[in-house]
Each structure stands twice: as structure tokens, then as C-alpha cells.
């Protein structure tokens, strides 16, 4: 097929060796790949580096017109494709961040709301000084009075779960009075574990322990 390509439409379809427009390598590609394409590659990952490269600022398709802009900051003048335009203003965020802590700390912060106010500790007493924002939310100096504070405020029916404190019942073995609270109430019958196997073995031994329940009583046959 090549040598009758060749002899029939004299031209080659065996390919020719051509350099990589990236790296240089030397490559076989066929004249359909050369009228084709401009540029040949010898890998993808040499294409993506030349693409990069070539296709960087000016040469980006969707770049658009360029400017000269300055940065607010340092003062330095920058190339950028027309439509940041109106968006630049420095040139780094080293610049910006230089920018920020400089002009918009204290009262030129976009969030100042007049300085910090002090308010009163509602555990220790000591004043502590909160932003404005905070100030009607806050209730203490720190962390540490916050936990004292609800240690003492939230125990006993204090406690959101309060429900009353427990209750007396009377152990169904001794009679004795005892205390649990009102959520276990329904599932309490003993005082103690003590009783409880006291109870058991009066009551549950024999024909009245779970397992002997319909047990077949033995006969002895005459």
C-alpha cells in the first residue's frame, strides 16, 4: 500500500520525521497530520506545557484588549486584559493584605461600630471589654465563668431537665421507703438488689420459677 501511494500518487503515506514543538523530539507523523495541524507534539504532556506557554497573556484568544493599570498599593504597574479593569486594584494579595491591615483597621474598618464597650461579668464581676456587636450577648469575662456560671445556674431544678426531683416509692419485699427519680418510677419494684433476690427466691422457686411453668409432674408407675 505504501509503495503503490507512493509510485501511483507520488506521496508518501509512511510519514515524516518532524521535531516536537515543544522539546524537540524527533517524531514520524503522516502528511495528513502535517497539513492538519500546525504544531506537532510528541506526548500530551508536551502540548499542555506549549499551550500554556503560547496561549499566556497577549496570546490568550479570550484576553480581549490590554491596559496598563497601578497598584494601590505599592505602586506598581501591571499588563491586564481590559475587562479587569475595573475590578484591579492591586497587584499581588500580598498588596491587598498590606492594603487591609493598614487602611481599613480601627476606625476605617468596614465593621466599625465605635470602639470596644465594657461590660460586667455575670460570674466573677470583673469588666471585660467586647466589641459593640457582642455586647448584648455577652454575659461573662471568659470561657472558664461561663462553665462556674452554669455549674451553679443549671443543677437541681435549675437543671432544663428538671422534672420535679425523685420520688418515694415502698420496696414490694421489705416495705422500706426509697428514693428514684420520676422517670424510673414505672420500672421499680425493690429497694435493693438484695431484696429483689430475696423476693425471687420465695417466689419464684418451684412450679413458680419461669422454667418449671408447665413442667410434666413425674409419676411413679405401681
Known amino acids: 500500500m505504501k509503495v503503490h501511494h507512493a509510485r501511483a ?7 515524516e520525521e518532524v521535531g516536537c514543538s515543544r522539546c524537540g523530539t524527533t517524531i ?19 502540548e499542555k506545557a506549549w499551550r500554556q506557554d503560547f496561549y499566556a497573556g497577549e496570546n490568550n484568544p479570550n484576553a480581549g484588549a490590554w491596559v496598563t493599570e497601578k497598584c494601590e498599593w505599592c505602586g506598581e504597574t501591571e499588563d ?42 455575670g460570674w466573677c464581676g470583673d469588666d471585660a471589654e467586647v466589641t459593640p456587636a457582642v455586647a448584648d450577648k455577652r454575659r461573662f469575662c471568659s470561657p472558664e465563668c461561663a462553665d462556674q456560671w452554669k455549674t451553679e445556674a443549671y ?14 416509692v415502698s420496696c414490694e419485699y421489705c416495705g422500706g ?11 421499680t419494684r425493690f429497694c435493693s438488689p438484695s431484696c429483689h433476690d430475696e423476693w425471687r427466691s420465695e417466689n419464684k422457686t418451684g412450679q413458680d ?9 413425674a409419676t411413679r408407675r405401681a
Not at 500518487?9 to 510519514?15: D, Q, T, Y
Not at 492591586?90 to 465605635?114: Q, T
Not at 420459677?209 to 409432674?217: E, N
Open 28 to 46: 514520524t507523523r503522516t502528511p495528513y497530520q502535517l497539513k492538519e495541524y500546525e504544531h506537532q507534539f510528541c506526548s500530551e504532556e508536551c
Open 80 to 121: 491586564i486584559p481590559e475587562w479587569r479593569q475595573d475590578s484591579f486594584r492591586f497587584c499581588s494579595p500580598e498588596c491587598r493584605h498590606r492594603f487591609l491591615s493598614e487602611e481599613r483597621s480601627g476606625e476605617a474598618s468596614w465593621a466599625w461600630g465605635g470602639g470596644k464597650t465594657t461590660i460586667v461579668c
Open 9 to 15: 500518487h507520488n506521496e508518501s503515506i509512511a510519514g
Open 177 to 187: 421507703d426509697y428514693e428514684i427519680e420520676a422517670a424510673s418510677v414505672d420500672n
Open 155 to 168: 443543677t437541681g431544678e435549675g437543671n432544663p431537665s428538671w422534672d420535679g426531683g425523685p420520688e418515694t
Open 209 to 217: 420459677s419461669p422454667p418449671g411453668r408447665g413442667a410434666k409432674t
